[in-house]
């Protein structure tokens, strides 16, 4: 049994209790962005420009479409009562108008009727089907898109990233909320938007502890290069570890920053693959990186502030857990033996009084101002408990009669203790839940790529509602003690709603537009009838491999003596397309004829998911990465290729980046046109084009609001499987090309990135055979072109530009051979 005594029943002290798993749960926004809320893309030209003019149009076919139908419905009602609504007196005098357009309407064509109801049926499936799409669930979508990326993948993610952000670390986070202040970021902020732009679209509450682990340590390290940013290095002071202990607070962030920072096997296993080492010989060289280093303090340390939904979300349920523990301990204490009435009364008032006194140390300690003034009103002077506690102090003295009138008026406080216990009960009940749904989530995590995303996503479903319900138990709980002292907490546990940031995988289709069905049908037999008819002219053909259509040319030199004897020698490498978002590969039928006067064999496959004007497209066509590569790797091995040298523009550039990644030895060359695999951790892509309404009075506004292509980008784009680093590019020919003007692509960014890397970079031109045809010398690893005031997508309406880039292209396919024959003359 348990006696007595002066001190008060351990009270569960906040930092350290049950509750932390408000700690890591994200809270839902109360608003949404819409497509008003955003600002139309800069230098827009308008709708009162010709373009804007048309597309405008356009547009207003639909509603003449539906006004046509509510005609005809009046038409027929009013020939099906004739007497009543066109031959009565009331009809005639009143609504002559529409009496004439009745009548008039019986001459009108039964096509144009059928294509008006037609029209209106299309708009009403397209609507509907706008709305299904947005009602997917988001995370299911992120898993799908791309296998999670294991610990030691994320990490050499983080550290190439940070590679090329070395002095805009403050930059980089601002740009992604929306230009907001520094200052106004607390921590919960910004691991809110790590834990979705590095774990797949996840929240807070969806991570394995030691992915927690390492959350904490990108903090830590962000926190770090701020620190440098900000206030500059020590003089002769460095560092003795690569993340001190003064950067990092507790050991498991410690361990979360040393798996965050140390270089993961991954990317040797890269550098093996490159540089054709064997496993467990990892080459000596530039390639080689320190587990340890040793780095400069900063001058002073910079740390984004907590917030109150970093801590003790959980603050009134604790309160009233502690009241049950006590109350618990309080009976045995009087179903002892040893009980005596008036000594543990005044025990009694002691416990209270002193538990009392922890509280408020505690609530002054480490609870937010809401929760401290909350507490303050709980002990005020003349309050309720304080009342209790000093009449409790007065019953120490009195006789047995005073006695039962005190146990009287203990028992009234029943209800308090029965609050107590269903709190208790319930959270103990939702806690037990939520350790075996992380249990869980723990064990499918370590098999990840055998688990479905759908039963992945659900698992993670069910976390976040037992989060909402242990938010619930608080809220209970909050409303119990507000009860109890009478105290008003209007704002107690009000929270400023977090700032935006860029969250583009979670946020509805934005700036989407409806056409027509007679406008579809004419864009598609430009675009897809045309290309297949110019195609056929050109010697093309078309076939299949998987999901994947494409178009295959031999060549022009097949039967030539000159590709024989180049064939012998060494492999023939052809040459492979990526196009980009837009209305497909007839776009750039220039590049093609460039292109085919190389006389080398041509493939060109299609993506049609980023081609404008396809409905009909599944929200399942967008292909993950391990699609991409074997459909392209089937595609050579079709045609009896071993690799291939390849081309892409735009959004075309995510399947080299997929090459380049999982099938090295795939590729003979790369040929980036208008990047956005580069630096793509940026915001500049997705602001521009997720955040920005597209200009009505540009050609490329029909693309820009297309259902498929913004499903594209906002829910099947996976940036930290597309971005590309230069470490991760096989050692080959490699050439990027940029415009100056790009929106999309942060082109001097790109540019200073590239630079870093020993590329050289030169405007078109300057740029010649020698340029391009430079990679046999180490300081050439990469030869970048800049289009002068050219924008993203400019360079394929312009003759020359293509012709630069098939000049680039031909010297590619010939440095290969090259170095193929020198290789065979060598052996």
Known sequence: MTTATASSPARPPLPHSPSLYFHHFTKKRSSQITTNDLPMEKNAIGLLSPTGI??????????????????????????????????????????????????????????????????????????????????????????????????????????????SEDGECSRFITGWFFGEKLENLTRYDIMDFLTWSLFEGRNIEHLTQEETNQLRGFIADLEYKISIELYGIQEDAIEGDRVSENDISSSDERKGAISALDPPSLQRQNLMRVSGAQPGTLPQGRFMVMKKGRRPQPKEPFEFPASRDESHRSYFSDLYESYKVWCDQYREMIES???????????????????????????????????????????????????????????????????????????????????????????????????????????????????????????????????????????????????????????????????????????????????????????????????????????????????????????????????????????????????????????????????????????????????????????????????????????????????????????????????CKYAPRAVAAVLFLDPVCFCLHCPRLTKNFVYHRADPGSTSHMIRTDVNVNWTIQRGFPWARISLFVEQIPCVPCVVFLSERDSLVPTDKVVKYLRSKGAVVLDSFDAGRDHFGSFSKPSHPINVTIFPDQGHGDWPLNLSTNRHVAQAANALVEQIQSIANDDQRAF
């Open 337 to 659: 033996r040893h009980f005596h009435p008036v000594q543990d009364i005044r025990n009694y008032v002691a416990e209270k009084t002193q538990q009392l006194h922890n509280a408020e140390q505690s609530a002054v300690a480490t609870a937010s101002e809401s929760l401290q003034n909350a507490y303050f009103s709980l002990i005020e002077k003349d309050g309720m408990i304080d009342i209790r506690v000093r009449q409790l102090t007065a019953l120490s003295h009195a006789t047995q009669s005073q006695i039962a009138e005190a146990w009287n008026s203990m028992w009234k406080m029943k209800e308090r203790l029965q609050t107590a216990s269903d709190i208790s009960m319930r959270r103990k009940t939702l806690l037990k839940q939520l350790k075996s749904y992380r249990q869980t989530l723990a064990h499918l995590r370590s098999m990840a790529t055998s688990v479905p995303s759908k039963q992945m996503a659900d698992l993670m479903k069910k976390i976040t509602q037992c989060n909402e319900a242990l938010e619930s138990v608080e809220k209970s709980a909050m409303d119990a003690f507000i009860q109890v002292t009478g105290y008003v907490g209007k704002n107690l546990l009000h929270s400023k709603e977090p700032p935006r940031y860029l969250k583009y995988s979670c946020d509805p289709l934005m700036d989407v537009a409806s056409y027509p069905l007679i406008f579809h049908i004419l864009i598609l037999l430009v675009t897809e009838g045309g290309l297949r008819i110019m195609m056929r002219l050109r010697g093309f053909q078309r076939l299949r491999v998987g999901p994947v259509s494409y178009y295959y040319h031999p060549g022009n030199i097949v039967n030539s003596e000159t590709f024989e004897r180049e064939n012998t020698e060494a492999e023939c490498v052809p040459i492979v397309f990526c196009h980009g978002i837009g209305v497909g590969l007839i776009f750039y039928m220039m590049l093609i004829d460039e292109l085919l006067l190389l006389g080398r064999p041509l493939i060109l496959p299609e993506i049609t998911y980023v081609s404008g004007f396809r409905p009909w497209q599944s929200p399942n066509c967008v292909l993950p990465p391990a699609a991409v590569t074997s459909c392209l790797m089937s595609i050579l091995a079709c045609h009896g290729f071993a690799r291939g040298a390849f081309l892409g523009h735009s959004y075309g550039t995510s399947y080299l980046s997929f090459m």
């Open 54 to 163: 048309f597309f405008t149009s356009v547009k207003l076919i639909v509603p003449l479409a539906y006004v046509y139908i509510v005609l005809i419905l009046w038409r027929e009602l009013c020939y099906s009562f004739p007497r009543t609504m066109l031959e009565s007196h009331f009809m005639t005098n009143y609504f002559s108008v529409g009496v004439w357009m009745a009548r008039s309407m019986t001459s009108s064509s039964f096509a144009v009727e059928v294509w008006a109801v037609i029209e209106g049926i299309f708009y009403v499936i397209l609507f509907l089907h706008r709305k299904y799409l947005n009602s997917l669930d988001t995370l299911e979508l992120s898993l799908q898109s791309a296998p999670m990326l294991e610990i030691g993948e994320r990490a050499e993610l983080w550290e190439l990233m940070m590679g």
